[in-house]
């Protein structure tokens, strides 16, 4: 299937998870808040919200400095 990710298209499994798009892309699933067709997805919810055909995601990392 296919994702808009921070405006870039992703092809993934049908059927995949966030925690799977995430090892895909290689992003810690720590610190990351995701938003899913324009709603956040909370944090308790993240790594098994199963993803559609043309979902559209924005995905944030937290980066600590000071």
């Known amino acids: 299937m296919l994702l808009k990710v921070n405006g870039d298209s992703v092809e993934i499994d049908d059927g995949s998870n966030m ?28 790594l098994g919200k199963v993803l559609k055909d043309k979902d559209i995601l924005e995905i944030v990392r937290a980066i600590g400095g000071g």
């Open 19 to 46: 925690g799977e798009l995430l090892d895909m892309l290689e992003i810690p699933k720590t610190k990351v808040a995701v938003e899913l067709n324009g709603a956040v997805i909370p944090n308790s919810e993240l």
